[in-house]
């Protein structure tokens, strides 16, 4: 095991060790820069919560499945998956395959982890269904478990980061997840600067094909403007978060590539219903009917993505997305609201956002478009961990943000958002609950039949529409530049990409 240390840079920067098994950078082949919008506050699977660690940690770590660009579940450390009753799952692993630091993997890793998993508060509702004393080691490359019930997105959660298979014996003998990983992905870690940068080398004992970058370089540039003056500079060589105001002068640009995609997010202001005023339907009722979203979405996204209309993006299975029309503004209807609200001339609130440009200028135009009722709105921008913590500790009336569930199944694009077990948990900075949603959310992974299954997200989507936790801006997309030597990045419906297939040609 190697650690890396502590390295002293200017304005206090937070330094953060990484540890790995890798060789050093060879210099034989290019490393690949990218800017990214935001960093993370943690690196441990199983805290993960937000795209910016899963960034990282799909570079480094390997799941038993995971889903391709083409939507498709395929195999990753797993060989075969067999599901002989609703209940019961044997997995055997891929041979020879080794961690970075060149221990093998083994069914042990495997238990290790699904079973750290189960034990967090933040995810026992995915794995937390998982018998613990089913578990059967069969084999170093087999075992079996059961399950305490159906559960029909079960597949598909063992693609989830959370459960990115980690080395027992690298955890157990004190490193801290939190700032060191070892995995048996394409890359290893060998330092992380929160805020600033993470780099990587490759894993020269990686089980799949070797990547054909000696490494990657990823710099965190929170304005917009700047990722594309890095691109175009040659600094970077890819840029992520690509804001469509920047569109028509990239796209102009012989030297960049754009690659664009529908992607699975639902971009949404959530409101605090934990404290006045949303903790009255009336505040938040006026409020849909106070925004103009269609300005705001035509200026700020500039129609990129799609009004949204449902908690469940139209990607996904059972959604009701396209069967609605997106909020239109009544005025008069939220003058009476605010009022019966008690929100009068001089209503002060907050609306908190990360240092993303686009949420940023969302709060800036809602900020304008109050103060003709007389509300004044205060922006707070803050960066992303700052952020995190603001929302935990319940300070803000309104937050911006963005959810893309890694499990694509439409039971998880309801569960972290909306279902009380989860109120004060990101997404659901909104503290919303609802013992009859969660009842209904519940039901539908417990279910296997798809008519069922249609008709209870039916009417969970309807019941959320109904209560209002949230106003909803647009389903994403995902937009990504590249300078033109680059090769090789298929692009997945969600801001982290896996990058160990991409080229960097000479210039």
Same mark, same amino acid.
């Given at each position: 095991m190697k650690k890396f240390g502590i390295v002293l840079l200017v304005l206090s920067l937070v330094f953060?060790?990484?540890?790995?098994?890798?060789?050093?950078?060879?210099?034989?082949?290019?490393?690949?820069?990218?800017?990214?919008?935001?960093?993370?506050?943690t690196l441990d699977t199983a805290t993960v919560n937000d795209d910016y660690a899963e960034n990282i940690i799909i570079q480094v770590y390997d799941t038993l499945v995971k889903r391709n660009p083409d939507g498709e579940i395929v195999n990753s450390l797993a060989e075969s998956i067999e599901n002989p009753d609703p209940t019961t799952y044997e997995i055997k692993l891929r041979d020879g395959v080794k961690f970075s630091n060149g221990d093998p993997l083994t069914v042990d890793d495997v238990i290790f982890t699904l079973k750290r998993a189960a034990a967090t508060e933040k995810f026992s509702s995915f794995y937390g269904n998982i018998i613990p004393d089913s578990y059967e080691k069969v084999d170093d490359l087999t075992l079996k478990f059961k399950l305490a019930k159906p559960d029909a997105a079960f597949l598909s959660s063992l693609s989830h980061p959370a459960v990115s298979i980690l080395s027992q014996k690298f955890i157990e003998g004190g490193a801290d997840p939190n700032t060191e990983m070892m995995g048996t992905g394409p890359f290893?870690?060998?330092?992380?600067?929160? $805020?600033?940068?993470?780099?990587? !080398?490759?894993? @020269?004992?990686?089980?799949? /094909?070797?990547? &054909?970058?000696?490494?990657?370089?990823?710099?965190?540039?929170?304005?917009?403007?700047?990722?594309?003056?890095?691109?175009?500079?040659?600094?970077?060589?890819?840029?992520?978060?690509?804001?469509?105001?920047?569109?028509?002068?990239?796209?102009?640009?012989?030297?960049?590539?754009?690659?664009?995609r529908l992607d699975n997010s639902i971009h949404f202001i959530g409101f605090n219903m934990s404290k006045a005023p949303f903790n009255n339907k009336a505040a938040r009722e006026a409020m849909? $009917?106070?925004?103009?979203?269609? !300005?705001?979405? @035509?200026?700020?996204?500039? /129609?990129?993505? &799609?009004?949204?209309?449902?908690?469940?993006?139209?990607?996904?299975?059972?959604?009701?997305?396209?069967?609605?029309?997106?909020?239109?503004?009544?005025?008069?209807?939220?003058?009476?609201?605010?009022?019966?609200?008690?929100?009068?001339?001089?209503?002060?609130?907050?609306?908190?956002?990360?240092?993303n440009t686009q949420r940023v200028n969302v709060a800036t135009m809602m900020q304008d478009q109050l103060s003709e009722y007389g509300i004044n709105l205060d922006v707070q921008r803050l960066e992303w961990g700052a952020f995190i913590d603001a929302l935990k500790a319940s300070e803000h009336d309104m937050f911006i943000m963005s959810w893309n569930p890694s499990i694509v199944d439409p039971h998880y694009e309801l569960l972290q958002p909306f279902h009380s077990s989860n109120s004060g948990n990101g997404p659901n900075y909104m503290y919303y609950t609802n013992p009859e949603l969660d009842k209904l959310i519940e039901a539908g992974i417990s279910t296997l039949d798809e008519k069922e299954r249609a008709e209870i997200y039916k009417k969970a989507q309807e019941m959320v529409n109904e209560d209002m936790p949230m106003l909803y801006i647009c389903y994403g997309e995902t937009i990504v530049a590249a300078n033109k030597n680059v090769d090789g990045l298929k692009l997945l419906p969600k801001y982290p990409q896996e990058l160990k297939d991409v080229t960097v040609a000479e210039k």
């Open positions: 953060l060790t990484a540890c790995s098994g890798g060789k050093e950078k060879t210099g034989e082949d290019p490393v690949l820069k990218v800017a990214v919008s935001e960093d993370t506050s290893v870690l060998d330092e992380w600067v929160q $805020n600033d940068h993470a780099t990587f !080398s490759r894993n @020269e004992n990686y089980w799949g /094909d070797m990547p &054909k970058i000696s490494g990657i370089e990823m710099k965190v540039i929170p304005e917009a403007s700047q990722r594309i003056i890095e691109l175009e500079s040659g600094g970077v060589d890819l840029a992520y978060k690509i804001d469509p105001n920047d569109l028509e002068t990239i796209e102009g640009n012989d030297d960049i590539n754009v690659l664009k849909i $009917n106070a925004i103009d979203m269609n !300005s705001i979405f @035509e200026t700020v996204y500039l /129609d990129s993505g &799609k009004l949204a209309t449902s908690p469940i993006n139209p990607n996904f299975k059972y959604s009701i997305a396209d069967d609605l029309k997106p909020n239109a503004v009544n005025k008069e209807k939220a003058k009476e609201l605010f009022q019966e609200a008690g929100m009068g001339e001089g209503t002060a609130l907050s609306i908190y956002t990360s240092d």
